[in-house]
């Protein structure tokens, strides 16, 4: 794989007064781009500076997953990241009366590997600063809307004669809420083959009672091969497994693709957060939940159709009842004030700076208070992650598409760019199994929804027609023939005319509300979006004017390195050890008499005699991490795999505003757990043999 090419710069105003990486950030705060890791820093405080090859050499070990990451470990494409990472892989092979995800799954040879249908892996090849190029048409006093739109146009142009020219995946990325933007293109692979994953039991070890919490136990991992031309690819850039793992101290790195963060937030977008957004999808959350468990508690089918489901429901549940309580922290918050207070005092005593950058907390607060108006109808009619149904995404898309494609690639929804629609049409063309059943319970739901949200709406009335909305649900899904690939495909290319005279009734429902959906779309894009993101650019050039990069952009499910130590910590006035074994998993198992979900699966009950029990399972660190950074690799010094991230403790959910290591801690799975499973749990030594074969 070729070198990635950085290029930097951070506009003319700061021309010749950089300061880079002034130490302000908390202990080892920092989710830091890899073209702006602060090298120093490390070396002040651990002795260890990571050269330019080391860097090169871990980003381009690196994957992005469609959710996560993952890295490559062996020189033969073997990549490794977590379990519940593969689970839609896992949960979608998983057919013909197979059940992968409760009985785990091994492919003792290349031919019996399953491919997933619709994964796709990343790996960055370069990175080009182009925020020149982005603001290139922006004129003085131009509208805030009118800008925005702007740069998406300039921003789709930039992508797509990327895509074109080099073949590669071209992604604009927005940093410091548009301060910045970076081109990162990506090498993608499509042909994704499962190896290995352990019992759903011991992915998850404990169930959602253990979840961000530590001590953990779980073997939350699973191997692919990485395929390309039908061939598994050779790669020089992979991480050497360690034999020896870590010890109390040790500096460790995490390389991965956090996904979002709330780190520079304004105090208004914060209140938004804890009064309104937050709350709401807490709401939504719970009553999914409940759905999908009675809908599972009907027959072991259900249980096994739903489990992906609801573990990704559960987890962010659990998530987001963390941060809450973090908005509400009177501590979390005051300090939030203390460093806005700071930035505003340092813009307001000058009288040039005042000129220059103005008052953008003002303009973001009015753009909240808009969100705030708009918000429930936004969510419900627009925003994707309220269309809880895999073929409400489709008939979304579809609508969509067949409007999008007919106008210029810089006047799509961002979405609907050129260089997006590969990835976009890969999903919607998968074969991956759907159960109406699983998706008549949720899209009754998504149907209530509506009804209780917006009331006597006309898009409402229109959409339900009379019908109650489990009545239409039933209807609707039962109708529908998108389940079906082939509809999907013939839909698509049968552009716009397929589209207004179908009769399928989910595309139908689609096309009656888009127009509604749109209006409060341009709303958002107008009046929040493009206003946030213009005060967060002025917001931007006020931190680099006081404090140069040390201010790492927000988390932008990009690659990033972080790094902190192995450690543990104090809580209750107890000693929290760094690292749990296999005998530990045993015992918990036992402290709660061996019943779900802290029942061993049988594959470890019949092995328990030939285990090194001493053998450390899962460890902690101060790393930085957050949602997205799941799958990413723990490694040291040496650039050796140590672990695999798989979770944070309950301490560290507030790090999405807000980074503390007082308590808050990144878990990883050992490599010593890992090998001694291989080896002496699942029989899978010749696995076993790939990873220990670029062992020191």
Request: with cysteine; hydrophobic share 40%; proline share 4%.
């Amino acid at each position: 794989m070729p070198k990635i090419i950085f290029k930097l710069s951070v506009w003319g105003l700061l021309a010749g007064g950089l300061v880079l990486f002034v130490s302000f950030a908390f202990a080892d705060e920092g989710m830091w781009l890899y073209n702006a890791f602060p090298t120093k820093r490390v070396q002040s405080k651990y002795g260890f500076a990571p050269s330019a090859s080391w860097l090169d050499h871990i980003r381009l070990s690196s994957i992005r997953f469609n959710n996560g990451t993952g890295s490559f470990v062996s020189p033969d494409g073997l990549a490794f990241t977590n379990h519940h990472i593969a689970s839609e892989c896992i949960h979608n092979i998983s057919t013909g009366g197979k059940d992968y995800m409760k009985n785990g799954f091994y492919a003792r040879t290349r031919a019996e590997e399953a491919k997933c249908p619709d994964l796709e892996l990343d790996i960055v090849q370069k990175i080009e600063d182009v925020t020149a190029r982005v603001n290139a048409g922006l004129k003085p006093g131009m509208p805030a809307a009118d800008a925005e739109q702007s740069r998406r146009a300039a921003m789709a142009m930039i992508e797509k004669d990327c895509a074109t020219s080099t073949g590669l995946r071209c992604d604009v990325v927005t940093f410091y809420s548009g301060g910045m933007y970076h081109l990162y293109s990506y090498k993608k692979y499509t042909d994704v083959r499962l190896v290995f994953a352990p019992e759903f039991e011991m992915a998850f070890f404990g169930g959602d009672p253990d979840n961000f919490t530590y001590p953990r136990y779980d073997l939350d991992i699973s191997f692919f091969h990485v395929y390309e031309n039908n061939q598994p690819i050779h790669t020089d850039n992979y991480l050497r497994w360690s034999s020896t793992g870590v010890k109390q101290g040790d500096l460790v790195f995490v390389s991965g693709n956090p996904g979002s963060t709330d780190r520079l937030e304004t105090m208004a977008e914060l209140e938004f957060l804890r009064d309104v957004e937050r709350p709401f999808w807490l709401n939504a959350y719970k009553n999914c939940i409940a759905r999908l468990l009675q809908f599972s508690s009907k027959s072991q089918e259900n249980a096994r159709i739903a489990q992906e489901d609801l573990f990704i429901l559960q987890n962010s549940y659990k998530a987001f009842t963390g941060e809450e309580e973090g908005l509400k922290t009177p501590a979390l918050m005051d300090k939030k004030k203390q460093e806005e207070k700071k930035l505003r005092d340092f813009v307001e005593r000058d009288p040039k700076r005042k000129a220059e950058f103005g008052d953008p907390w003002v303009e973001i607060e009015k753009s909240a208070d808009v969100y705030k108006q708009i918000f429930d109808r936004y969510v419900l009619l627009e925003n994707p992650r309220r269309l809880r149904t895999v073929l409400g995404t489709y008939a979304r898309q579809l609508v969509r598409l067949a409007n999008e494609k007919t106008k210029p690639n810089g006047e799509r929804l961002r979405e609907y760019r050129e260089s997006a629609l590969p990835t976009l049409l890969q999903g919607l063309f998968s074969t991956a199994p759907i159960y109406k059943s699983e998706q008549t319970v949720l899209f009754t739901y998504y149907l209530e929804s509506l009804q209780h949200g917006l009331g006597n709406d006309s898009a409402v009335k229109k959409v339900l027609n009379g019908l109650s909305p489990e009545q239409a649900a039933q209807q609707i899904i039962a109708g529908t023939k998108l389940d079906d690939p082939a509809v999907r495909r013939k839909l698509y290319d049968g552009g716009k005319a397929a589209i207004l005279s179908s009769t399928d009734p989910l595309i139908v429902f689609m096309r009656d509300i888009d127009p509604e959906a749109r209006d409060v779309r341009k709303q958002y894009d107008d009046q929040v979006d493009a206003v946030s993101k213009a005060g967060g650019t002025a917001l931007a050039k006020a931190r680099f004017a006081m404090s140069g990069l040390d201010a790492y952009p927000d988390a932008t499910f990009t690659l990033r390195l972080s790094y902190g130590d192995v450690g543990g910590y104090m809580e209750s006035g107890k000693r929290i050890p760094y690292f749990t074994t296999i005998g530990g998993a045993f015992q918990h198992a036992a402290d709660h008499a061996n019943k779900p979900p802290y029942q061993l699966p049988e594959s470890w009950m019949k092995s328990k005699a030939k285990l090194k029990l001493d053998t450390p399972l899962n460890f902690v660190s101060t790393a930085d991490i957050i949602g997205g950074n799941s799958g990413s690799a723990t490694v040291n010094s040496a650039g050796e795999v140590v672990g695999i991230i798989f979770d944070g403790n309950i301490q560290s959910l507030p790090w999405d505003f807000i980074y503390s290591d007082a308590k808050g801690r990144a878990i990883s799975v050992d490599v010593r757990g890992i090998v001694e499973a291989l080896r002496n749990i699942y029989g899978a030594g010749a696995l076993a043999d790939e990873l220990m074969g670029g062992a020191k």
